[in-house]
Every structure is written in C-alpha cells, then in structure tokens.
C-alpha cells in the first residue's frame, strides 16, 4: 500500500512539475527570423514591410528617450515624419544580447542596434521587445528603445 501512495504521489509531482516547464517549440527562432525580416525590409527603405512586424492596434507600445507612444498608428506616423526621404532610413544592423521565451506565445528579446548612413551612425542603443504569438504572426506589442 505504502509503494502505492508512493508512486501516485510521484506521478502526481511529475504532472504538476511539467507544467511548469517551458513550452518546447520554435519561438524564439521563429521571433529572430520575423526580426531578420524586420530589418530587411527597413534596409530596403521600406517602411510599410518594417511596419507590418508590430502589432496593429491602439494597445501597442512604444518607449523611447522622448517618452512613450501608445497605438501603432501613432508609431507609424512618428516614423513617416521622421523618414520623409526613405533613402535616408540608413542600414540597420544588431546584436542580440538576451532572448527568452516566456511562454509559448510570448519571447522578450534585448539587443543592440545601430543605424548607419554612408558610413556615419545615424542612431543607435539598446531595444528590448516583447514579441506575441497574435493569430499565426509574430508580432512586436512592446519596445523599448534608448
């Protein structure tokens, strides 16, 4: 009877304790792929391809060294203004210093970022986003950028 209990209470730790193991999947390789995207198509001068890797409602959010910005058109429009001329978008490149998967919908990524036109940096810090699984996309809800 005693190695009865014993196993079921085993068995039942077992289940309770994976539960709580992080979820196995593609995530955080599938949130750099959508990044490499990101910054393809900001390479190109294409606002609009860029654009499409936030999230397109008025919950997103973003944070900068001017403040925080809610809603993605509000986004959209601070980066229309401040890229009138797409050629001068510059080349974006970065370095990624943390990713985590947070659940199974869910990645926080930090990394180092630049921009650079004609050799000289235009701008550049540090970023964190905090990339959901929304529909079947990847989609930043959240950065930070300093």
């Known amino acids: 009877m005693r190695k009865l209990y014993f196993t079921l209470m085993l068995m039942a730790a077992a289940t309770i304790l994976s539960s709580f ?3 196995k999947g593609d995530a955080v390789q599938e949130v750099k792929k959508a990044l490499e995207g990101q910054i393809d198509a900001w390479n190109k001068g294409d606002l609009e391809t860029a654009m499409a890797f936030y999230w397109n409602s008025p919950e997103m959010l973003w944070i900068s060294k001017n403040g925080t ?4 058109q509000q ?10 001329d797409r050629s001068q978008m510059g080349v974006y490149t970065y370095e ?7 659940s199974d919908k869910a ?3 930090v990394f180092k970022w630049k921009i ?7 701008m550049g810090g540090v970023s ?3 990339w959901k699984k929304i529909g079947n996309r990847w989609v930043v809800t959240s950065e930070h950028a300093s």
């Not at 910005?69 to 993605?72: F, N, Q």
């Not at 986004?75 to 009138?84: A, C, E, G, K, N």
């Not at 650079?116 to 235009?122: H, I, P, V």
């Open 75 to 84: 986004v959209y429009d601070m980066f229309l203004q401040d890229f009138t």
């Open 107 to 109: 990645v926080y990524f």
């Open 116 to 122: 650079e036109l004609d050799g000289k940096r235009l």
């Open 21 to 23: 193991t992080m979820p």
């Open 69 to 72: 910005e809610k809603g993605y």
């Open 96 to 102: 990624p210093l943390h990713i985590e998967q947070v």
């Open 128 to 130: 964190s986003q905090v």
